[in-house]
């Protein structure tokens, strides 16, 4: 099961870095491109993300783990969705979840 | 729509084109349509922004909004092309407001009187540090607007901030006034260059490969999206002209000076560019991007002060090198041609004290970042910075000294 740890990050307090399941890396982000749009690299610092209205999901070149910022458009029903593509599980990790 | 208003079919992404950026490498300078740019988040700038305004005894909102409006009517024109249409003008004027990003604001109607704004940095800069204070926070987007007049049309108006999503609104509205007191751009002062590429001292070594970052930083694409805001870093970023940054720091010493609080206001301001160091940085230290290109070059706590001087170069706050440092206890950075000192010598000729503020304030915070413990709050004065030379003062590079507390 995909865990979460807090991480700082300016643009939003509930900022966390999800680890997947190694298993899970390849086929999760082709779950996210599916819902969210492709993903792009950026050069140089070869950081691979997805940009919504709603969340900002980067990784580095490992896709392991996906730090989520959330942004304005963020809903709790936007964020529930998004924690079923990560295979995440709200009720493990109840804590700092409003968006 | 009249012939005024910005084409419903201007191509944005050639008038984007305009706003390449030109990376000077030599001198870490960043410049979009020819004007010298500065990168800071938006933790920084609405820190900035409060600070001045809320000092007590001055006007800090006129002389935040003045200092946009003289900075960017220079900037807005500087992307206007022989031949173009008033609705190209428009466009430039538009366009440039998101690539800088500062957001997203709608000039397709400026015979109206009222502009609206979608998206801004400031309102996030004040919604994640400043949530408490409920209050239209988009001054320089309204000194801004009042720019784009001036440069389209040479028309003076007043613009004031009538709703912000800070305060809740669904987009920010403005009242754009006609027959306002009339204005001149001001006169461009006579660029100052850095008079020396040499520090006195050895310049320390680490394990950072700085053009690497400096290099993988020019690469990115720091310029607005869809909704004009740069998110990176774990930030929002922002192209803002050095002149602006001057104008506020100088207008608002000076302003501070004359009710008597001259030391007060350069402290406040060192605290901004403190505050900045610590979260900023520590945003970008857990950013992916940090992780993916600079983690792997840290072999000991100090490469992480190298590497911070390394992005700090690539935002174009000012060709720093780090002459001394011992771990945890002291910190000797050089700059060599630091915006703030630069600029008060353009404006202001020669000064009687250290002009760098936020560069003392960065490179307390960094050490505190680095080095200290506990929460931010208690981080916070941990180490104090001392500008001991400065370019304004006459000396050949500005130079810091690190300690702590």
């Known amino acids: 099961m995909t865990h979460r740890e807090r991480v ?84 493990a990790y109840p804590a700092h979840d409003s968006p | 729509m009249s012939a005024a208003q910005p084409s419903p079919s201007f191509d944005p992404t050639e008038v984007r084109a305009r706003f390449a950026l030109d990376y000077i490498h030599d001198r870490h300078r960043r410049l979009i349509a020819g004007e010298e740019v500065i990168v800071h988040c938006h933790h920084y700038n609405s820190r900035i922004q409060r600070t001045v305004e809320g000092a007590a005894g001055i006007d800090g909102k006129t002389i935040f909004r003045s200092a946009a409006r003289n900075s960017f009517v220079r900037h807005i024109a500087a992307g206007f092309q022989d031949g173009d249409p008033e609705s190209t003008r428009w466009a430039v004027a538009q366009e440039l407001f998101a690539e800088l990003g500062y957001g997203t604001l709608d000039l397709s109607d400026p015979s109206s009187d009222t502009v609206r704004q979608t998206a801004g940095h400031f309102v996030e800069g004040w919604g994640a540090a400043f949530n408490d204070e409920a209050k239209p926070v988009c001054t320089l987007a309204e000194g801004y607007i009042e720019a784009a007049y001036m440069a389209v049309r040479g028309e003076s108006v007043e613009v004031r901030e009538t ?69 990176a870093f774990g930030v929002y970023l922002a192209n803002t002209p050095a002149d602006f940054y001057n104008q506020v720091a100088i207008e608002f010493v000076e302003a501070m000076t004359e009710c008597g609080q001259r030391e007060i206001a350069s402290r406040l301001l060192s605290e901004a560019g403190e505050s900045c160091a610590m979260n900023t940085f520590r945003g970008i230290m857990d950013s992916a991007e940090w992780e993916g290109l600079v983690k792997p070059m840290l072999q000991n706590p100090e490469d992480t002060i190298f590497a911070l001087v390394a992005l700090s170069n690539a ?91």
């Not at chain 1, 936007?78 to 295979?87: K, N, R, V």
């Not at chain 2, 999503?165 to 850095?194: D, K, N, T």
């Not at chain 2, 040499?198 to 690497?212: G, Q, V």
């Not at chain 2, 950075?333 to 250290?354: C, K």
């Open chain 1, 8 to 91: 700082y990050a300016c643009i939003h307090p509930e900022t966390y870095k999800y680890y997947l399941p190694r298993n899970l890396v390849l086929s999760t982000w082709k779950r996210l491109e599916r819902q969210y749009g492709a993903a792009v690299t950026t050069p140089g610092f070869g950081v691979v993300e997805i940009r919504t209205p709603a969340f900002l999901l980067r990784s580095t070149r490992m896709l392991n783990p996906i730090t989520v910022i959330r942004r304005r458009a963020c809903s709790s029903e936007g964020l529930a969705s998004l924690h079923q593509l990560l295979h995440f599980d709200e009720q």
């Open chain 2, 163 to 231: 709703e912000c999503m800070h305060c809740g609104a669904s987009s920010c509205g403005f009242s754009v006034r006609r027959g306002a007191e009339a204005w001149s751009p001001p006169a461009i002062s006579e660029r100052i260059e850095a008079v020396s590429t040499e520090a006195d001292a050895e310049l320390a070594e680490s394990n950072i490969d700085e053009n690497a970052i400096i290099n993988a930083v020019v690469g990115l694409p720091i310029r607005g999206g869809d909704d004009g805001l740069i998110p």
């Open chain 2, 315 to 405: 935002f174009g706050w000012g060709n720093w090198r780090i002459t001394e440092h011992e771990p945890g206890e002291t910190l000797e950075i050089v700059s060599f041609n630091g915006y703030e000192a630069l600029g008060f010598l353009e404006t202001r000729g020669r000064a009687s004290e250290p002009q760098c503020w936020m560069l003392q304030g960065v490179s307390a915070g960094m050490m505190a970042l680095v080095y200290g413990e506990g929460s931010f709050s208690e981080r916070f004065g941990t180490y104090l910075a001392d500008e001991h030379d400065c370019i304004a003062k006459g000396n050949s590079v500005c130079a810091f000294a690190v300690e702590e507390s």
